[in-house]
RNA sequence: GGGCCCGUGGCGCAGUUGGUAGCGCGUUUCAUUGACAUUGAAAAGGUCAUUGGUUCGAGUCCAAUCGGGCCCACCA
């Protein structure tokens, strides 16, 4: 043996030996089951298809690849079931920049097309993500491989939503949604993040219709010409005798009433508001308990509607303070403020969200919700992730109807059906047959002389009016139906996972493998995915899709900054792989972590974590050819035998417990300051035997397997010459 | 405004059901040609944020305070 452990020798050739054995892939459902195996179930989350790995990543291939090592050797039936995801938005986003960078646009292709060159794209890279989950170690069982645009999954979230709308769950409604008209799609709530900005508040003179004035403050004047009411609260005297009264809105001289409704705080502004129902959230639901009409004065791309009047066609920005001047020039702005508020921003481009009405589909989640919250409290879904799981219960009990529409080609098409003679008059988006994008209601352009035929074709967009009847099925109904262009959010697919990857797979495995034992994440998608796959899973199943929620940290930089690409601290975990070999990032990443808490992660760490493999490596030399050869026992076995005992329990107890930031951390100082530090100077000193030596030697191999695979299994192919450690069995204390 | 998490030697972090504090990196001294300098031995360094309480005993439980971070929320 080498004086020195060299990754860059072992890593890939063991690779290719763990591949060739097949110990990867679980058991067959019906024979573990003849076997009477435990079934130890872990889906991994599907990283996003068509990007490279970064740390989080190598976090959870880590912490997942060390439970799944760890229940193989053990004897369970084990399944690691490997995924990626299409992530529809992310995905889209990134590649329309790279359209933008050729001076072009998603309009200047019809849908298949798009689709296809999306598709392309992320088949590039899509074989990425996967080979360097190999090269760090993850024992997946890659025969059972699953894509969330697989021809079999697509189906299965078909039928799922199928049964959703059977069983009345499923709605299409006309909302306020959180609309980013930069990337040209609405986004649920999880996607909107909210940021202090500094604007102003302007304080604006609405008159009444009989003499006299009422003064609104509004950081958005601009949303005026949708205004429907001035409201005041019930209980505030300064107004009470003007409730009901007539207001003329300013600039569209219209005449709105002024309403009594609780939502106003006396205390903020002058304790009036205008209600823009179309153009605020909190304005919408006021706007619903008084019957307000809705007027759009903002349109999909974030500039002023036709309601707006001289406005129309303005940005919003120059419209707030084009609006402003007028209003100023009339005498009706009182005065101005400088306000600190909150906005809500697109998670993907940070643009600022234009609350907008728009049709789309809901799914009605409250009684979805009862059901995980009573998995949660019974005990039967445990989160571990410093209180997180109070954070999970809070959303589960406030939750709200989830918007699975998104206004992008690329992603699972929602399998609804409109009848075009029963809606001649729903805006249609399409590139005609001359590849122009042309837009407009469905019978002026047949008019125009472009066919169904053509239409459907090219369609982009299609926007039913709201109460629009709608089919719902996976193939054409007639001739005479177009299909609705939004597709699904993509945690509506990734929200099927466990099911969908186990019922698409081997004939048992959903019966046996499910529900799985552990769902490892970052505490970051906690509600958007974790919890969707409790809604829906136990909507599937009836039963919660797992017993433990693993939520590892964020990883920073050695000085516990967030990486990110503007300060230059983002560290590619397949760099790291490189230098100091997988072993090294493995134990770096999860030693002496804790569930829910940030890690920070720097070289020196990795380093260290390289010192050990090495370590390991020089203790297998020692142990072959050991000072002392004697095989009787020595004056040390006796206690030798007993600490080994209780180190093998230790690490057990905590793996079983999901300790592992322990564990690790248990193996790393048994192995080194015990066994390295005393155990081999006891028998240089020949109070050890090189028997015990050797077998307390075997059983570190077998403990350091599921943190360190690649030295260990190196070693074991040197000295025990017999199958693979990977294969062997879990030491007994 | 409501909720959650964190505050342990210079830095980064553990500490499993409460029993007189550990690890990595760093620092100091010494050692080493036979497992490993990607090493060993020894050492310096913490009143476990502060205050009060429960307890025979608290880093570990409770309360308050200060500091840092996060989540939620219709003060426009």
């Keep these: ?56 990543h190598a976090m959870f ?46 309009y200047d292709f019809d849908r298949k097309t798009l689709y296809q060159m999306i598709s392309d794209y992320v088949n590039e890279f899509s074989g990425v993500s996967v080979q360097q989950m190999k090269r760090l170690g993850a024992s997946a069982d890659w025969g059972r491989f699953k894509f969330t645009l697989d021809g079999d999954i697509v189906g299965f979230v078909l039928t799922t939503f199928e049964k959703l709308h059977r069983d009345g769950l499923v709605y299409r409604g006309e909302r306020l949604v959180n609309y980013c008209v930069k990337c040209g799609t609405s986004y649920s709530e999880l996607e909107v993040i909210h940021e202090e900005k500094n604007g102003k508040l302007y304080f604006i003179k609405y008159p009444l219709a009989d003499g006299g004035e009422i003064v609104v403050a509004t950081t958005r004047p601009e949303t005026m010409p949708g205004d429907t009411a001035v409201a005041v609260n019930p209980e505030d005297g300064r107004y009470k005798h003007l409730v009901g009264k007539m207001v003329i809105l300013p600039l569209a001289n219209r005449l709105i009433p002024i309403i009594a409704d609780p939502m106003v705080e006396k205390e903020f502004g002058t ?55 007028k209003l100023d020039a009339l005498g009706l702005v009182e005065q101005t403020k400088e306000h600190i508020h909150n906005v809500g921003t697109c998670y993907r ?13 809901f799914i009605k989640t409250k009684t979805l919700a009862a059901k995980a919250i009573k998995a949660l409290d019974s005990g039967e879904t445990v989160v571990l992730g410093a209180g997180r799981d109070k ?31 029963a809606n001649p008059t729903m805006e249609v988006g399409f590139l005609n047959t001359a590849s122009e994008f042309v837009r407009g209601t469905l019978i002026e352009m047949m008019e125009r002389g472009h066919s169904l035929a053509e239409i459907e074709a090219g369609l982009q967009t299609l926007r039913p009016a709201i109460g629009a009847e709608f089919v719902v099925s996976k ?22 996972w466990p099911v969908a990857t186990l019922a698409t797979n081997r004939p048992d495995d959903l019966s046996y493998y499910y529900p799985t034992n552990v769902i490892e994440s970052g505490y970051d998608i906690l509600t958007i995915w974790i919890m969707r796959m409790m809604l829906l899973s136990i909507y599937l199943t009836g039963e919660t899709p797992f017993k433990w929620v693993y939520l590892h940290g964020l990883i920073r930089d050695e000085q516990g900054r967030k990486m990110s690409k503007s300060i230059g601290n983002v560290v590619n975990p397949l760099d790291l792989v490189e230098k100091y070999g997988a072993d090294a990032l493995r134990m770096a990443l999860v030693m002496s972590t804790t569930p829910g808490s940030d890690s920070n992660v720097g070289e020196s760490k990795v380093r260290g974590m390289r010192n050990l493999a090495n370590k390991i490596w020089n203790a297998a030399r020692y142990v072959m050819e050991p000072v002392n050869q004697d095989q009787k026992p020595g004056p040390m076995d006796e206690e030798f035998n007993q600490k080994l005992k209780q180190v093998i329990h230790d690490v057990t107890d905590q793996l079983e417990n999901l300790k592992i930031g322990l ?23 020949c109070e050890l035997s090189s028997d015990a030596l050797r077998r307390g030697f075997v059983v570190f191999l077998k403990l350091l397997h599921p943190f360190t695979p690649f030295v260990t299994e190196a070693i074991w192919q040197n000295m025990i010459k017999d199958g693979l450690l990977l294969a062997s069995t879990w030491p007994d204390a």
């Design 1 to 56: 043996m080498d004086k020195n452990y060299d990754h860059k020798l072992h890593e890939d050739k063991i690779i290719s030996a763990w591949e060739k054995s097949g110990a990867f892939a679980a058991p067959e459902a019906s024979r573990a089951k003849a076997d009477g195996k435990r079934p130890f179930t872990l889906i991994m989350p599907p990283p996003n298809a068509s990007d490279p790995l970064h740390v989080g």
């Design 61 to 106: 291939v880590t912490i997942e690849d060390i439970l799944i090592r760890y229940h193989r050797m053990k004897g369970d039936a084990t399944l690691w079931l490997p995924g990626t995801d299409h992530a529809g938005i992310e995905t889209q986003f990134v590649f329309e920049k790279k359209l933008a960078k050729q001076g072009k646009s998603r």
């Design 271 to 325: 304790g009036a508001v205008k209600i823009t129902p179309a153009h605020d959230m909190a304005d919408y639901e006021t706007g619903m308990r008084h019957n307000l009409p809705l007027i759009q004065a903002i349109d999909f791309s974030g500039r002023m509607a036709g309601a707006a009047g001289e406005f129309a066609g303005m940005k919003v920005e120059p419209a707030r303070t084009a609006v402003i001047e």
């Design 349 to 361: 481009c940070h643009s600022i969200i234009e609350p907008l009405p728009l049709a789309q589909f």
């Design 391 to 421: 954070i999970l219960l809070d959303w589960l009990t406030n939750i709200r109807d989830w918007n699975i529409s998104r206004q992008i080609v690329w992603g699972i098409r929602i399998p609804v059906w409109y009848d075009v003679t």
């Design 475 to 496: 193939t054409k109904p007639g001739d005479n139906y177009l299909q609705e262009t939004d597709t699904f959010d993509t945690w509506f697919s990734s929200g099927q």
């Design 663 to 685: 564990a690790a951390e248990t193996v790393y100082n048994e192995f080194w300051h015990w066994f390295c530090d005393k155990a081999i100077e006891d028998n240089k000193s």
